[in-house]
């Protein structure tokens, strides 16, 4: 018989966590930092007795929101390319359901996050208990049935000896490349405090590796051959690329076989944005030079990416007749996309492999100067897109599509000057060249994929996948935690930061340097450009007084310093370029949090480049104005590949 220990289902969890390791190249790294969690009925007793009484090694800390702190949670993660993580734990009800948009866009982007909502009582002795949610058809079902499709594994514990076989099974998922996301292990929070005699060797040190599977022969001779045959192809640098740390692989085979690469959001910044290879963002939000070399390649070679619609434009980016796609990937589901022939296995070892056999053809592409013609037209819009001012009231933003009164509205209420391209090249020439930035949901990310450039692997952390707004305050806390000695920068849009920002607090009590820059535009303006470029007014997307049926009156001014200042954070209110680029210098020597209220002219984020974005317009509308629309939304739907 063996050994064994008598403990509470949550002590045995903690216990457990603590020791579980990963090992990736023959480097041994703890996997579990600590646990993130909002204390409420249903897991303070169970589980919070077990961090206080014996946390071992594990930090505890203090979320303000669900979805916030795992927001930190994921990017911390990320930012360690997936081989550390912070589980969180909620209270049931409530503080479960808010974690679960968290859990998806986890699964979304393949970032390993454990959640651990506590559930209703396993005895139902005292349903319903607070905070329960019944369904009439079935005791059985609770608020955390709702982890089910958003997460890759989930469970409930309803008896203390069933977390042994459900941690083990999280750690499989956690801890494998090509199926991690969400793990939802759900706690009955009377069952938290049940003990059990748990075997000794469940709580021995277990090292999960981290392998990298080389695509097979047959795969690799396929792909090998078809584009032995291109004569113009280009690579598209997904998050794989990043996670498998094959940056430098990448860069070394499109200097070999002189091929270029474009972007996604995920893999921008696995290979230095200097490489004489790289185009820059793909896609919807991709560069000129990106699309226009995309449009005329022959093969596409797609490695580690999922081949959203914004990378491929839906569907509709790569107009060469009979155009092939090589797809690398270590999730076959992935693999299989837009009709590619495939090489399964990690992005590293799989290029690696396929450089020999390109090699040994003695391939080279056939480009002669559209890769350098690409470039330097790109270089140049960069610089005007920098150096856009404004000018008074003759003032021309690059978006057309607008509502006449906002831009003079905006300025005068706000005395805000700033262009919001100029805002970026700002940014990007003041801080420094390690720091990260991060960036999701608005047109942030679309300026950001184009104009943001780094030389630092990884120092472009987006969260894309999902396009979740809220993301960026909070996961400017997790990037911080994981990289200590770095600054950090988040651009986030002012709706963005009013969706979520209470990890701001904190950010405060763990005594984080951080830096947030908000650009405020006064609304959802990536949202109104969409809708008036399809015909449909200024609805519901800029922050404007109610008339009692619709948003339309005057524009609403926000002066988000003094948020900042509420949660004692060192402010700055920047109204020119010249007051950003100071604020900037000056944060540098500040020790704590610093929060940048940027005042950004509406409709002066980038536009399309040699792209387009499928949407569901009506195609039935009294207004001119979307039938116009609806038939450019025709032309690209027909132009565009159908699977």
Request: hydrophobic content about 35%; overall charge negative; some cysteine.
């Amino acid at each position: 018989m063996s050994k064994t220990i008598r403990m509470t289902t949550a002590q045995a969890l903690v216990k457990f966590l603590d020791n579980q390791y990963v090992s990736v190249d023959g480097k041994e790294i703890k996997f579990v930092e600590g646990f993130f969690t909002i204390f409420g009925h249903g897991i303070a007793v169970g589980l919070g007795e077990a961090l206080d009484t014996d946390p071992g090694q594990l930090r505890v800390l203090q979320g303000r929101n669900e979805q916030g702190m795992c927001h930190t949670a994921i990017a911390f993660a990320k930012q360690n390319q997936r081989r550390r993580i912070i589980p969180c734990a909620s209270s049931v009800g409530p503080g479960a359901a808010n974690m679960v948009t968290a859990c998806a866009t986890a699964t979304v982007n393949n970032i390993p996050l454990l959640v651990f909502p506590a559930d209703t009582f396993a005895s139902r002795q005292p349903d319903p208990v607070l905070q329960q949610l019944e369904q009439s058809s079935s005791l059985a079902t609770t608020t955390n049935d709702a982890f089910k499709p958003v997460c890759r594994y989930w469970d409930r514990i309803t008896r203390p000896e069933m977390i042994m076989s459900a941690l083990i099974n999280a750690m499989r998922v956690l801890t494998d490349p090509a199926e991690t996301g969400a793990c939802c292990i759900s706690l009955c929070q009377d069952v938290e405090g049940e003990s059990f005699d748990y075997p000794e060797y469940f709580f021995k040190k277990r090292v999960h590796k981290i392998t990298r599977p080389v695509a097979v022969e047959e795969e690799l001779d396929e792909i090998a051959d078809i584009i032995a045959e291109a004569k113009k192809p280009i690579v598209i640098v997904g998050g794989g690329v990043r996670y498998s740390d094959a940056g430098e692989t990448v860069e070394k085979f499109c200097e070999e076989f002189k091929i270029p690469f474009g972007e996604s959001q995920a893999g921008k910044s696995a290979c230095k944005s200097s490489h004489p290879y790289c185009l820059g963002g793909i896609g919807v939000t991709g560069t000129y030079a990106s699309n226009v070399i995309a449009k005329d390649a022959d093969v596409v070679i797609a490695i580690g990416t999922r081949l959203s619609d914004f990378t491929t434009s839906s569907k509709w980016l790569f107009k060469r007749e009979n155009v092939k796609f090589v797809t690398i990937n270590n999730s076959r589901f992935h693999a299989y996309k837009m009709d590619a022939s495939m090489a399964v296995g990690d992005a590293k070892v799989t290029v690696e492999a396929l450089t020999e056999k390109l090699r040994e053809k003695q391939y080279v592409s056939q480009y002669r100067n559209e890769i350098t013609d690409a470039k330097k037209k790109w270089d140049e819009e960069m610089v005007r897109l920098g150096s856009i001012q404004y000018t008074g009231d003759d003032f021309e933003p690059i978006i057309k599509a607008r509502d006449p009164r906002t831009i003079p509205e905006f300025v005068r209420l706000t005395n805000g000057t700033i262009t919001q391209t100029a805002a970026l090249a700002a940014i990007r020439r003041v801080i420094d060249e390690d720091a990260t930035i991060i960036t999701a949901g608005g047109s942030l990310p679309s300026c950001m994929q184009r104009m943001w450039t780094t030389d630092k692997r990884g120092g472009y952390h987006a969260e894309y996948g999902y396009s979740c707004m809220g993301y960026e305050v909070a996961a400017t806390l997790g990037v911080k935690f994981a990289e200590p000695e770095n600054e950090v920068y988040c651009v986030v849009g002012d709706s963005s930061f009013q969706m979520l920002h209470s990890e701001i607090m904190t950010i405060m009590q763990e005594r984080q340097k951080v830096n947030i820059l908000i650009f405020d535009n006064c609304g959802f303006g990536c949202i109104n450009n969409l809708e008036m470029n399809h015909g449909i007014g200024s609805l519901a997307t800029e922050y404007r007084y109610t008339d009692g049926k619709k948003p339309t009156g005057d524009l609403i001014p926000v002066d988000y310093a003094k948020i900042g200042e509420g949660y004692g954070l060192k402010t700055y209110t920047c109204r020119t370029i010249a007051e950003l680029e100071d604020a900037l210098k000056d944060a540098k020597s500040q020790e704590i949090a610093c929060l940048f209220d940027l005042k950004v002219i509406p409709k002066t984020m980038s536009d399309g480049y040699e792209s387009w974005w499928n949407v569901g317009l009506a195609d039935t509308s009294e207004k001119a104005s979307v039938k116009e629309a609806w038939g450019r939304v025709m032309e690209g739907r027909n132009a565009a590949r159908k699977y």
